[in-house]
C-alpha cells in the first residue's frame, strides 16, 4: 500500500505539473505524456482531420494590484499568442473572471479583442469576479441572453461533445461555490442521448476536483456531475481560477487547470491563502499564458498545450 | 480567538475612560481573511474595513444589511452600527472569508 519513494502516480503527475513552462502535455489513452516544444509542431500532429481550440482564463481586466499593474498588457500578450497558432484555433473558451472585480468596461474590452484574434466565437463561463457585485445579471444579459439555464450550455463540434458550467452563482458564506440542483438535472438531460464513445470536454472557472478545498478551490457538488459522465470513454476537464497548471487523472476523466494571463497564485497551501502573488518582474509572463488543446479524430487523443507569456 | 477579540477591543478608538462612547472599530483584511472574526462593539459604532490584500474583497452582510462594493488594495468600507444584534458578513468573492460583528446597547439598562 505505502509508497516507498513517498511519491505516488498522482504526487508524480503534479510534480511535472509545478515544472510547467514549456512542456507540450498530450493525452494519450488517458495517460499525459510531454515532450518538449519545439519547431513544427503543428505538423507533428498529423492528420489533416485534426483542429484544436484555444483554452484563455483569468484575465482579470481590471487588476492594478502589484502582482501584476498592466494586466492589460499580460492579455494583449496572450491575443499575441493566439493570432501567431498556426492552424488556427477554431474557436476560444473563456473559463472566467473576464473581469476583475466587475471593473467597469472590462467586459466589452476582453470580448471585443477576442473577436480578433481570429477564430468565428468565443465561449464563456463566469468566474465568480465576473458576478459578484450584481448576481451575475450583467453577464448573463451579456453572454447568456436567450440560454435556458443561467450561464450553463452545451454545444457540438465536430464530434466532440463541449459543456460549460457555472459554479460561481451561488456563492453563501462560509460554503463552497457549487452548480446547483437546476443545473445538475439539465447536464444529466444534456448528456443521456450521447453515446458513451463521444468525446466530451467540459469548462468551467472553478475546479470540479478537490484541488485544495481549504482555499475554496473544489466546486460543492463537482463530484455528482462527475458521476452523469463516468460512463464516457473520454472526458477533459477544463477550469481556471487557480491560475496555475495542474493535472489529475481519474479513470478516463483529464483534469486540467490553466494559467492565467494576469497574475500566478500558490500553490495549494503555500503561504497564507491564496490570492495574487508578487513574483520579480523578469519571472511573471513565465507563470502566465494560454493553452491549445488539439483534438484528432480516431487517435482516441486530445493534446493539451500550455504555452507561457514569456 | 480570545485574543483577537482582545486585539479588536484594542483597536476600539476613543478615550479608555468613557467606555461607553465607544464610537468607531477597524478591522483589517489582510491574507484573505478579516483579522478580527468576531467584533464586540456597542450600538452607534461605526466599523471600518481595511483592505491590505493585493485581491479585491467585499464586505457583504449574509442578510443584506450591508453591502460594501469591491474593495481594491488599500480601499475601506465603513458601515455605523445602530441597532443590537449580531450581524454576520463575508466576502463574495472568497466567501470562506467570514466574519461578524455583535453589536451590545449603547447602555445597559436602556
Known amino acids: 500500500m505505502s509508497d516507498e519513494r513517498g511519491l505516488d502516480r498522482r504526487g508524480f503527475l503534479q510534480c511535472m505539473a509545478w515544472t510547467g513552462t514549456g512542456l507540450v502535455w498530450s493525452v494519450v489513452g ?13 505538423q507533428a500532429e498529423g492528420a489533416g482531420e485534426a483542429w484544436s481550440f484555444v483554452q484563455i482564463s483569468d484575465t482579470h481586466i481590471g487588476f492594478k494590484g502589484a502582482a ?17 497558432l498556426d492552424p488556427k484555433p477554431a474557436f476560444v473558451i473563456h473559463t472566467g473572471d473576464i473581469t476583475h472585480a466587475q471593473k467597469a468596461g472590462a467586459f466589452d474590452t476582453v470580448s471585443e479583442a477576442l473577436k480578433g484574434v481570429g477564430v468565428e466565437r468565443t465561449f464563456y463561463v463566469p468566474g465568480e469576479n465576473d458576478v459578484f457585485a450584481d448576481g451575475g445579471t450583467e453577464y448573463l444579459n451579456r453572454f447568456a441572453a436567450g440560454g435556458s439555464g443561467r450561464g450553463w450550455q452545451s454545444f457540438d463540434y465536430r464530434g466532440v461533445h463541449f459543456v460549460g458550467l457555472v459554479n460561481v452563482l451561488n456563492f453563501k458564506a462560509g460554503k463552497l461555490g457549487s452548480l446547483g440542483h437546476e443545473q445538475l438535472e439539465w447536464l444529466e438531460r444534456d448528456v443521456a442521448p450521447l453515446a458513451a464513445s463521444t468525446p466530451v470536454v467540459v469548462f468551467a472557472h472553478v475546479p470540479l476536483w478537490a484541488v485544495y478545498p481549504q482555499w475554496g478551490w473544489v466546486t460543492d457538488d463537482g463530484a455528482q456531475a462527475l458521476a452523469y ?17 495542474m493535472q ?63 | 480567538m480570545r485574543a483577537l477579540l482582545v486585539m479588536a477591543a484594542l483597536l476600539l478608538a476613543g478615550p479608555a475612560a468613557a467606555p461607553a462612547q465607544t464610537e468607531s472599530a477597524r478591522v483589517e483584511i489582510r491574507d ?8 464586540t462593539v456597542k450600538a452607534g459604532t ?9 485581491d479585491t474583497h467585499t464586505v ?20 455605523t452600527f445602530t441597532k443590537p444584534g449580531t450581524y454576520e458578513y463575508f466576502c ?19
Open chain 1, 229 to 245: 459522465l463516468k460512463r464516457f470513454g473520454s472526458v477533459t476537464v477544463l477550469n481556471g481560477h487557480i491560475h496555475q497548471i
Open chain 2, 32 to 39: 484573505q481573511g478579516f483579522n478580527a472574526p468576531s467584533v
Open chain 1, 68 to 84: 501584476n499593474p498592466d494586466a492589460m498588457g499580460t492579455f494583449e500578450a496572450a491575443l499575441a499568442r493566439i493570432k501567431a
Open chain 2, 60 to 79: 457583504t452582510s449574509t442578510v443584506d444589511t450591508f453591502r460594501s462594493p469591491g474593495l481594491d488594495p488599500n480601499e475601506t468600507f465603513s458601515y
Open chain 1, 30 to 42: 488517458g495517460v499525459p505524456g510531454s515532450r518538449a516544444l519545439g519547431p513544427g509542431r503543428a
Open chain 1, 248 to 310: 489529475k487523472v481519474e479513470g478516463n476523466v483529464t483534469f486540467h487547470t490553466a494559467r492565467s494571463t494576469a497574475f500566478p497564485q500558490p500553490a495549494p497551501g503555500v503561504g497564507t491563502g491564496p490570492g495574487p502573488v508578487k513574483v520579480p518582474v523578469e519571472e511573471l509572463r513565465g507563470m502566465l499564458g494560454v493553452r491549445e488543446v488539439r483534438y484528432a479524430p480516431g487517435r482516441d487523443r486530445l493534446a493539451v498545450v500550455d504555452t507561457s507569456l514569456a
Open chain 2, 92 to 110: 463574495t468573492l472568497h466567501p470562506l472569508m467570514t466574519g461578524k460583528v455583535v453589536v451590545t446597547p449603547e447602555r445597559s439598562g436602556s
Open chain 2, 46 to 54: 461605526t466599523v471600518t474595513w481595511v483592505n491590505h490584500d493585493d
